[in-house]
Nanobody, 124 residues
């Protein structure tokens, strides 16, 4: 069992920055893949980025750019998403997820564990 809890969301001005955290508890294996997804109103869940917990290797979604950076702290069992130069279109609920396979990918059906999400709202 793995529990994931997101935090760090909130209301920010366009052009601002925000750092999201995902704390993992329970049995966390070094082979796991950890990822961020987001879902805006009326839209499908969108892959943001993933990181291999052991190697730190990363993979970003096609719609992502250098404004977003994924990272993890093994000692703290916490994953982060640094978001810079935020735009109103970044407004969404952001979810963290874990995949036992350890393979970095953006397929939501292949992720085994999910957090409850944290709201990010970017104002104009």
């Amino acid at each position: 069992q793995v529990q994931l809890v997101e935090s760090g969301g909130g209301l920010v001005q366009a052009g601002g920055s925000l750092r999201l955290s995902c704390a993992a508890s329970g049995r966390t294996f070094s082979k796991y893949t950890m990822a961020w997804f987001r879902q805006a109103p009326g839209k499908e869940r969108e892959f943001v980025a993933a990181v291999n917990w052991n190697s730190g290797g990363t993979y970003y979604g096609d719609s992502m750019n250098s404004r977003f950076t994924i990272s993890r702290d093994n000692a703290k069992a916490t994953m982060y998403l640094q978001m810079d130069s935020l735009k109103p279109e970044d407004t969404a609920v952001y979810y963290c997820a874990a995949d036992r396979s350890g393979v970095v990918h953006g397929i939501p059906q292949n992720y085994d564990y999910w957090g409850q999400g944290t709201q990010v709202t970017v104002s104009s």
